[in-house]
């Protein structure tokens, strides 16, 4: 089976599924259990759309294995405390090895953690927001194949998050950034035809309950 033409392998199990993980355990895991399940947890989904802002540059799989420190260090990604971070709390993350040591990334995080504080007061949640922009069929593709995902790096519904999102004062969000974080969260279910997972998502998503 060519990667190039399908964007499919086949695994060491004999299953197929999306190319992207390589084949590589963890990477492999990720794809199988979390990558475009659906997501209401506000936690999570602020998690990841900081984790894709720290990614910007870099592959997932460098963010992914350092996931654990990055979540030691941001206070596990609970909004409402990394929006009382400091300037100290900059220098000691400035000092963690085991994150991405980036200060415009940083100061990022908490910034968007304290925009995050008023989206989720002006919605009720995180979820309740984001998944209100989840897209309708008319703005998918018929086939989800390796060819779409490849020419369509973005959508008209991560550009008018990422827009929203910067409207309200957020950074590191561009609609690649958001796009990317849309397929994580179960937004879209971007999981190629012929992938294992792709069925059992597409049940997932229909028996999901949208946050409102």
Not at 16 to 40: F, I, K, S
Not at 187 to 206: M, Q, T, Y
Request: overall charge neutral; proline content about 4%.
């Amino acid at each position: 089976m060519e990667i190039v033409k399908t964007g499919l392998v086949e695994g060491e199990d004999g299953v197929t599924r999306c190319a992207w993980h390589g084949n590589l355990p963890d990477y492999q895991h990720y794809h199988d259990h979390e990558w475009g399940r659906p997501v209401a947890d506000d936690r999570r989904l602020f998690e990841k759309i900081c984790l894709e802002g720290f990614q910007s540059g870099l592959s997932w799989l460098t963010i992914l294995r350092k996931r654990e420190a990055f979540r030691e260090g941001f206070a596990n990604f609970e909004y409402e405390r990394v929006a009382e971070f400091t300037d100290a709390d900059v220098e000691r993350l400035l000092g963690n090895a085991g994150i991405v040591r980036h200060r415009g990334k940083i100061v990022s995080t908490i910034n968007n953690a304290k925009r995050a504080r008023e989206l989720a007061g002006e919605a009720g949640s995180l979820a309740a927001w984001f998944w209100k922009f989840e897209p309708g069929a008319d703005e998918r593709p018929a086939t989800v194949d390796y060819s779409s995902l490849i020419a369509n790096p973005t959508t008209p519904t991560s550009t008018r998050i990422s827009k929203e999102l910067k409207k309200r004062g957020w950074s590191f969000v561009g609609p690649t950034t958001v796009y990317a974080f849309m397929q994580a969260m179960g937004l879209v279910n971007d999981h190629i035809e012929g992938c294992v997972c792709r069925a059992e998502i597409e049940r997932e998503r229909a028996a999901f309950k949208r946050p409102r």
